[in-house]
Structure formats: structure tokens, C-alpha cells
């Protein structure tokens, strides 16, 4: 069956730490790749996106994620974190067969940075 | 405006109200959904719609009706709610052709917090 997994529920991290949000997925082929990021009280905006080529991927904020076909895995990463990227972060999949626009999201990683 | 929009942000109401939630998109894009997030539950598809066609129904109640009158908007008809349909309802917007660099990703707009009392 076709499925995402964030198996991080909450992760806390000191400002300026490093970051890496992890993200697997179970498919026979390579799926279209996303991360989104939701502050408190807002909709999902977009981070990144993959879907071929270099399997490093840089987004917004300097956010970036590397594809890992061996693995399975999409985890997002950030050199330096900072207070104001304290929000939670879905890991999304669009799987090629099924319907065209679907997206299978995560269950989601909560992010809290320590000042 | 840009993006994505719904209105209201924050509705409160009682089981026996009708309310509607509207979403516009100022992206040209052609396929609009409907999701629900509840806390501490995964996000969930409720509708599709492409060029105005629903194509998807995430088996949803019929007290939630879905409306698409162009592909710029979409409502979200409420009746005879539950409290447990309390819960965050998010529009979202995506290209429906696989140009070069679209590849489903979709827009969100900011939701409408929605309380059953």
C-alpha cells in the first residue's frame, strides 16, 4: 500500500542547532515529493518540491531536502535553525497512479526551538 | 489579492445553523480541493474538483456540500453539524496540467477555524 511516514511526532531543537525532519515513504516507483511547513492558525505553505534530477533540493527559507531512492526518504534539513521556524511540517507524496492530483500527506513533525 | 483566500477566517455555530465556508484562488489554476484538519489527526481530502467537476468524494457526510461554480471559487455548504466536525477546513489550489516545473504541488489558503457548539 502506498503511505507517508514522519515518524518524528515532535522534535526540539536549540536556536542555531542543526535540523533534519525525516520523512519516508512506501511505493514500487519514485512519487512526486513535497515538504509544506504550518504556522499556528494558517494554512500549508510550500517548502520544496521533487520530482526529478539532482536529489538535492533547495527550497524557502533556507530549507533543503534530499531524495534517498535506496531509502525510500525525503528528509528536509537546515544548517541553522531559528526561533521563527517553530511551526509543524508535513511531508506530502503524490503517488503516479490513483488520482492525478491527490496528495498523501504525513502525519506531521511539530518543531519547537529552544532559544 | 494574491494566492489563496477563505472566508471567514473563525465561524462559530449551532447544530441547527446552515453556514457556508468560501475559498477563492488568484493562481489560474484549475483543480481545487477541501481538506479538514482536526488536532491530532492526519490531514484529510474531503473534495476534488477539476475544471469544476467534483471528482473526488472522500465518502463525506451530506451534511458538507460542495459547491464549485467557476474554478476561481469554491464554498463549502454546512448543515446540521456535529460538534465533532469541529475542526480547521483548509482550501487548496493546483495547476491542473503538468507543465514543466508543476507537478501537483498545491496552494493553501490560510482555513477557516471552524466551532460546532
Known amino acids: 500500500a502506498q503511505s507517508v511516514t514522519q515518524p518524528d511526532i515532535h522534535i526540539t531543537v536549540s536556536e542555531g542547532a542543526s535540523l533534519e525532519l525525516r520523512c519516508n515513504y512506501s511505493?514500487?516507483?519514485?512519487?512526486?515529493l513535497f515538504w509544506y511547513v504550518q504556522s499556528p492558525g494558517q494554512g500549508l505553505q510550500l517548502l520544496l518540491k521533487?520530482?526529478?534530477?539532482?536529489?538535492l533540493v533547495q527550497g524557502i527559507k533556507g530549507f533543503e531536502a534530499e531524495f534517498k531512492r535506496s531509502q525510500s526518504s525525503f528528509n528536509l534539513r537546515k544548517p541553522s535553525v531559528h526561533w521563527s521556524d517553530a511551526a509543524e511540517y508535513f511531508c506530502?507524496?503524490?503517488?503516479?497512479?490513483?488520482?492525478?492530483?491527490?496528495?498523501?500527506f504525513g502525519s506531521g513533525t511539530q518543531l519547537t526551538v529552544l532559544p | 489579492e494574491t494566492g489563496v483566500t477563505q472566508t471567514p477566517r473563525h465561524l462559530v455555530m449551532g447544530m441547527t445553523n446552515k453556514k457556508s465556508l468560501k475559498c477563492e484562488q488568484h493562481?489560474?489554476?484549475?483543480?481545487m480541493y477541501w481538506y479538514k484538519q482536526s488536532a491530532k489527526k492526519p490531514l484529510e481530502l474531503m473534495f476534488v474538483?477539476?475544471?469544476?467537476?467534483?471528482?473526488e468524494n472522500n465518502s463525506v457526510p451530506s451534511r458538507f456540500s460542495p459547491e464549485c461554480p467557476n474554478s476561481s471559487h469554491l464554498f463549502l455548504h454546512l448543515h446540521t453539524l456535529q460538534p465533532e466536525d469541529s475542526a480547521l477546513y483548509l482550501c487548496?489550489?493546483?495547476?491542473?496540467?503538468?507543465?514543466?516545473?508543476?507537478?501537483?504541488?498545491?496552494?493553501f489558503g490560510p482555513g477557516t477555524r471552524l466551532t460546532v457548539t
Open positions: 487548496a489550489s493546483s495547476p491542473q496540467t503538468e507543465l514543466a516545473g508543476a507537478v501537483g504541488e498545491q496552494y
Open positions: 511505493y514500487g516507483a519514485t512519487p512526486y
Open positions: 521533487y520530482f526529478s534530477g539532482d536529489t
Open positions: 506530502a507524496v503524490r503517488f503516479s497512479s490513483g488520482s492525478a492530483r491527490q496528495l498523501t
Open positions: 493562481l489560474g489554476h484549475n483543480a
Open positions: 474538483y477539476n475544471f469544476k467537476e467534483q471528482t
